[in-house]
């Protein structure tokens, strides 16, 4: 249910302008004199699992809308992302490059500009915002969009450069842009502001940084102690507004929006009468502490809740992309950025979100194994598709040529492979993978390679560990079973697959000492 009556504080701290990008260069292709190209809408959840979806087997949380667009359009059931954590992850998807390859390979808060982590500092000082950026001029999903005659837009989480880089939305190709900037001002649904484009838009909400405890003395099992945890202005029905707006004023041009909600990321925070819907549904719960984020009296039914929130508004969408006659001419694509997460305020092995795959700490979010990098990848395209379940193994990289294919333009250098012939039902012509390549220096360090069905799996690098762990992931969705002793062979063909994908990060943050080289 979207907020009504919502209210804008002052805006201040505005930054200079930001540059436009280039003129379109002699010899690039340009939009036809009659433009029947299809919008194309990207909606990005935030640690939202496989499992999480009703769609995908998910039984407690109801997800009907979703489920509606992957019943009708396609459900691929073997899509992968970039890497297993939001900026990486994030970085890979708007480039097309794996993590071998992509100027980010983890999350790098740049903690020498100084206490980043301090949201008071942060909220009087937008220097402290963001992540680690990627290079001025870069091409990007919104950049390439742009340039094929789209109008574009971001609206949500960015997680890769800070308002005063030159790595921001409105510099990397997106004309507007509307959300938190920096990934730890996302996890708060009650933020004291948003970015606007080069401007922060200040919200009737006050700061409670993540962290914040309950009162001394606060009774945890009374819903009344948890009260100041709600505020005003709810941050993912601000950004809903925006995806409504943003289609409706660009109705009668092309457009490319990403839509890159935080939902459902930590902390647990939802709105109260949906929450109670699943109370009524699980009954009772023991309250959590919610440790560097926020105590939850619900956890389970708040983070149902919160599924269940922006499937609501995904279907608000479909029902308003009808009313102004877009329905037919409109493809959306429905993924999240990595797997779940297993902490102290997380629901997410008592919902299954990984499955079929293992949930919990070390197995989803921030990890290389299935469950923290398979993800859900629902593609609808109003009545022009048929419905199908597709098993085509693909990655995050594929989009940028996927959309590139759909604007009619050539596509920058990538690692991805165009879906447009699966999308059209044309899977006779789509080209595979021969194999699909992540490294993940968080952590001690993990490299994974998917080759046909089997998995190698790569731990522990940082302390100096060269020994391959081989799945037979047709039979094996858990890993559970290490066949690298039997098959020496595919264990020989991983190594060689090593040797091709990676390259020095320039980061020093990102760099590990891969073998094989």
Same mark, same amino acid.
């Not at 950049?143 to 005063?164: D, L, N, Q």
């Not at 030159?166 to 509307?178: A, I, L, Q, R, V």
């Not at 990595?338 to 197995?363: D, H, I, L, Y």
């Given at each position: %249910?979207?907020?009504?009556?919502?209210?804008?504080?002052?805006?201040?701290?505005?930054? #200079?302008?930001?540059?436009?990008?280039?003129?379109?260069?002699?010899?690039?292709?340009?939009?036809?004199?009659?433009?029947?190209?299809?919008?194309?809408?990207?909606?990005?959840?935030?640690?939202?699992?496989?499992?999480?979806?009703?769609?995908?087997? &998910?039984?407690?949380?109801?997800?009907?809308?979703?489920?509606?667009?992957?019943?009708?359009?396609?459900?691929?059931?073997?899509?992968?992302?970039?890497?297993?954590?939001?900026?990486?992850?994030?970085?890979?998807?708007?480039?097309?490059?794996?993590?071998?390859?992509?100027?980010?390979?983890?999350?790098?808060?740049?903690?020498?500009?100084?206490?980043?982590?301090?949201?008071?500092? %942060?909220?009087?000082?937008?220097?402290?915002?963001?992540?680690?950026?990627?290079?001025?001029?870069?091409?990007?999903?919104?950049?390439?969009?742009?340039?094929?005659?789209?109008?574009?837009?971001?609206?949500?989480?960015?997680?890769?450069?800070?308002?005063? /880089?030159?790595?921001?939305?409105?510099?990397?190709?997106?004309?507007?842009?509307?959300?938190?900037?920096?990934?730890?001002?996302?996890?708060?649904?009650? $933020?004291?502001?948003?970015?606007?484009?080069?401007?922060?838009?200040?919200?009737?909400?006050?700061?409670?940084? $993540?962290?914040?405890?309950?009162?001394?003395?606060?009774?945890?099992?009374?819903?009344?102690?948890?009260?100041?945890?709600?505020?005003?202005?709810?941050?993912?029905?601000?950004?809903?507004?925006?995806?409504?707006?943003?289609?409706?004023?660009?109705?009668?041009?092309?457009?490319?929006?990403?839509?890159?909600?935080?939902?459902?990321?930590?902390? %647990?925070?939802?709105?109260?009468?949906?929450?109670?819907?699943?109370?009524?549904?699980?009954?009772?719960?023991? #309250?959590?502490?919610?440790?560097?984020?926020?105590? /939850?009296?619900?956890?389970?039914?708040?983070?149902?809740?919160?599924? +269940?929130?922006?499937?609501?508004?995904?279907?608000?969408?479909?029902?308003?992309?009808?009313?102004?006659?877009?329905?037919?001419?409109?493809?959306?694509?429905?993924?999240?950025?990595?797997?779940?997460?297993?902490?102290? =305020?997380?629901?997410?092995?008592?919902?299954?979100?990984?499955?079929?795959?293992?949930?919990?700490?070390?197995?989803?979010?921030?990890?290389?194994?299935?469950?923290?990098?398979?993800?859900?990848?629902?593609?609808?395209?109003?009545?022009?598709?048929?419905? &199908?379940? =597709?098993?085509?193994?693909?990655?995050?990289?594929?989009?940028?040529?996927?959309? =590139?294919?759909?604007?009619?333009?050539?596509? $920058?250098?990538?690692?991805?492979?165009?879906?447009?012939?699966?999308?059209?039902?044309?899977?006779?012509?789509?080209? &595979?993978?021969?194999?699909?390549?992540?490294?993940?220096?968080?952590?001690?360090?993990?490299?994974?390679?998917?080759?046909?069905?089997?998995?190698?799996?790569?731990?522990?690098?940082?302390?100096?560990?060269?020994?391959?762990?081989?799945?037979?992931? +047709?039979?094996?969705?858990?890993?559970?079973?290490?066949?690298?002793?039997?098959?020496?062979?595919?264990?020989?063909?991983?190594? &060689?697959?090593?040797?091709?994908?990676?390259?020095?990060?320039?980061?020093?943050?990102?760099?590990?000492?891969?073998?094989?080289?």
């Amino acid at each position: %249910m979207m907020m009504k009556n919502l209210k804008f504080l002052s805006c201040a701290m505005a930054l #200079p302008s930001l540059t436009a990008l280039p003129a379109q260069a002699a010899g690039e292709q340009k939009p036809a004199a009659t433009d029947k190209r299809p919008n194309v809408i990207f909606i990005l959840m935030d640690d939202a699992g496989l499992g999480d979806f009703g769609c995908y087997g &998910q039984t407690r949380t109801e997800t009907p809308n979703i489920d509606a667009l992957a019943a009708r359009g396609i459900r691929f059931t073997d899509m992968y992302s970039a890497a297993p954590l939001s900026s990486p992850a994030r970085c890979g998807l708007l480039t097309g490059m794996h993590s071998g390859h992509a100027q980010i390979r983890a999350n790098d808060e740049m903690t020498h500009r100084g206490d980043v982590w301090n949201h008071a500092e %942060m909220l009087r000082d937008s220097t402290l915002e963001g992540q680690a950026p990627m290079r001025a001029g870069t091409p990007t999903l919104g950049s390439e969009m742009k340039r094929a005659g789209y109008r574009t837009a971001m609206i949500g989480k960015w997680g890769v450069g800070g308002p005063t /880089s030159e790595s921001t939305p409105n510099k990397m190709g997106f004309d507007e842009y509307f959300g938190c900037i920096c990934q730890r001002q996302a996890h708060c649904y009650y $933020p004291p502001f948003l970015w606007e484009n080069d401007r922060r838009v200040y919200l009737d909400n006050q700061l409670l940084p $993540p962290g914040t405890p309950l009162d001394d003395g606060a009774d945890p099992m009374d819903p009344r102690s948890y009260e100041k945890y709600a505020q005003n202005t709810y941050s993912p029905d601000l950004m809903y507004e925006r995806v409504l707006r943003f289609v409706g004023e660009n109705r009668d041009n092309p457009f490319f929006l990403m839509w890159t909600t935080p939902i459902p990321h930590s902390p %647990m925070q939802a709105p109260a009468d949906e929450v109670q819907y699943y109370v009524r549904k699980f009954g009772d719960e023991s #309250p959590i502490e919610g440790r560097g984020y926020f105590p /939850s009296r619900w956890p389970h039914a708040t983070y149902a809740a919160m599924i +269940s929130h922006i499937d609501r508004q995904i279907g608000g969408l479909v029902e308003e992309l009808k009313r102004l006659g877009l329905w037919d001419d409109t493809i959306i694509f429905i993924t999240s950025d990595n797997g779940p997460a297993a902490n102290s =305020c997380s629901s997410t092995e008592w919902f299954q979100s990984a499955a079929p795959f293992r949930s919990g700490k070390g197995w989803g979010k921030a990890s290389l194994r299935e469950g923290g990098i398979r993800m859900p990848f629902i593609v609808a395209w109003g009545d022009r598709i048929a419905p &199908q379940v =597709c098993d085509h193994i693909g990655y995050f990289p594929d989009v940028m040529p996927t959309l =590139c294919d759909i604007a009619g333009i050539d596509s $920058p250098k990538t690692d991805g492979i165009s879906l447009l012939p699966t999308i059209r039902g044309k899977q006779k012509r789509q080209k &595979q993978h021969e194999y699909l390549y992540w490294e993940f220096p968080g952590g001690k360090g993990w490299v994974a390679v998917r080759y046909g069905k089997w998995k190698g799996l790569l731990r522990e690098v940082k302390s100096g560990n060269e020994r391959i762990e081989l799945f037979d992931i +047709s039979t094996d969705l858990r890993e559970e079973h290490d066949l690298a002793a039997e098959h020496p062979e595919i264990v020989e063909k991983m190594r &060689q697959f090593i040797r091709e994908s990676h390259t020095e990060p320039e980061n020093p943050l990102f760099m590990m000492d891969i073998p094989f080289k």
